[in-house]
C-alpha cells in the first residue's frame, strides 16, 4: 500500500493483455480518469508461459530465445504507443505509468490494486460463454468477485463474437 494518501481518487488500476478489449478498457479508463481527474497505472502481468505455451516467444531473428520478461515489455511498450497513437488527443494516456509483474494474472491484479491503493479496476473481457468459459474461466469475473474496489468490465464494440 501507499504509505501517505494522496488528495483526489485513488489509481485506476488497467491490467492488460495487449488484445483489443484491453485496448477499448484503456481507452475507456483514460475518459473515466480525466472525470474523476484520478491517474492511470497500466499493469501487465507476465505469466507462466506453461499456460500459453509460446505466448511470449517473439524475436525478429528466428531461433533467438528471449526472456519472458524483455518480450512481454517490448509487447506493452508497443500496445501502449498502437493505444497512444489511435487516441492522441488523451493526455491522461500519454502520461499513466505501466508496470509489468511475474505471476499468476488474478492474484498479481489484486496484489498491485492494494498495493497502489486503486480507486478502482477497469479491465477489457472477451466475453466467452459456454463450454471455452468453463474450460477456461474468466479473469475479469474473478477479479470483480475478489476485488474489494469496484471493478468495470469494458468489451471492444468492434470485435463480434463468432
Not at 498479481?108 to 492494494?114: G, K, Q, S, W
Amino acid at each position: 500500500m501507499r504509505k501517505k494518501k494522496e488528495p483526489g481518487p485513488g489509481p485506476i488500476l488497467v491490467p492488460v493483455d495487449f488484445s483489443p478489449h484491453s485496448a477499448a478498457a484503456l481507452v475507456w479508463a483514460a475518459r473515466l480518469g480525466d472525470c474523476l481527474a484520478a491517474p492511470l497505472i497500466i499493469l501487465h502481468v507476465a505469466h507462466d508461459p506453461e499456460s500459453a505455451p509460446g505466448y511470449y516467444v517473439r524475436s525478429k531473428r528466428k531461433k533467438h530465445l528471449r526472456r519472458m520478461e524483455e518480450a512481454a515489455a517490448e509487447m506493452m511498450k508497443e500496445f501502449l504507443a498502437q493505444v497512444a497513437k489511435d487516441n492522441s488527443g488523451s493526455k491522461r494516456l500519454q502520461g499513466a505509468e505501466s508496470m509489468l509483474v511475474l505471476g499468476l494474472p488474478v492474484t498479481r491484479i489484486l496484489e498491485v490494486a492494494d498495493r497502489i491503493d486503486a480507486s478502482q479496476i477497469v479491465m477489457g473481457s472477451q466475453g466467452r460463454t459456454g463450454l471455452p468459459h468453463l474450460l477456461l474461466g474468466s479473469k475479469a469475473e474473478r477479479i470483480a468477485q475478489l476485488s474489494p474496489v469496484p471493478v468495470t468490465i469494458v468489451k471492444d464494440k468492434k470485435t463480434k463474437k463468432k
